[in-house]
């Protein structure tokens, strides 16, 4: 069965450090992946997506990630943290051929310090 | 303003007391689906629906129902609520049946609590 990993259910950086999120998925067909994100009370919101093409995508933000077959990998980065980035992300994964529901990682919340 | 709006945004109700959470969107999109949200399982899918009278199970449906009368609505029905289904539920709909090309538009979400 298809599946979501997200490592660490709460990540702390510093303003102006590196984010770095990350994402596992399990799946004998190729995937489509996605980063959600969540800001207080309100509903989720694309980050980015990787459909097929360049392995690296950029997304809103400032944020990135890489899709990484070998590894079955698809962490999120971004340079440097802004207060405004404090939010839960979700990573998320879908399939072709009909299929149609994301699956959903359990989320990280990442903290922002100053 | 493209959005999918549920309601109420809050909700606390007794054991076995009906209720239905609607969820509208105004973007004319084919599908629709309600996730719940719990701590530690992220979110999971309990039904969808990939047009108008064409529905479907998810992950966790028991103890759900919806209805697809008209494309732009999309109501979940708890016909006799219990506690564990004391959750964060959200509203999602894309343009596309197909998820992998499309951007799925959430709604800011039901916080459902059954005593």
């Known amino acids: 069965a298809q599946s979501v990993t997200q490592l660490g259910s709460h990540v702390s950086v510093s303003e102006g450090a590196l984010v770095l999120l990350r994402c596992n998925y399990s799946?004998?067909?190729?995937?489509?992946l996605f980063w959600y994100v969540q800001y207080p009370n309100q509903g989720l919101q694309l980050l980015l997506k990787y459909t097929t093409g360049a392995t690296l995508v950029k997304g809103i933000n400032g944020f990135e990630a890489e899709f990484k077959k070998s590894e079955t990998s698809f962490h999120l980065t971004k340079p440097s943290a802004h207060m405004s980035d404090a939010a839960e992300y979700f990573c998320a994964v879908t399939y072709s051929g009909g299929y149609n529901k994301l699956i959903f990682g359990a989320g990280t919340r990442l903290a922002v310090h100053p | 303003e493209a959005q999918v709006t549920q309601n109420p945004r809050y909700l606390i109700t007794v054991t076995g007391k009906k209720l239905t959470v609607t969820c509208s969107q105004n973007m004319n999109h084919e599908y629709m689906s309600w996730y719940r949200q719990d701590p530690g399982l992220g979110l999971r899918q309990i039904y969808y629906s990939m047009n108008v009278e064409v529905t479907d199970k998810g992950d966790v449906p028991e103890g759900y129902k919806v209805s697809r009368k008209e494309k732009r609505n999309f109501p979940l029905i708890l016909e006799s609520p219990s506690p564990n289904q004391t959750s964060l539920y959200f509203c999602?709909?894309?343009?596309?049946?197909?998820?992998?090309?499309?951007?799925?538009?959430f709604g800011q979400g039901t916080r459902l609590t059954v005593v």
């Open positions: 999602a709909s894309s343009v596309r049946r197909e998820l992998r090309n499309t951007e799925a538009f």
């Open positions: 799946s004998s067909v190729p995937p489509y």
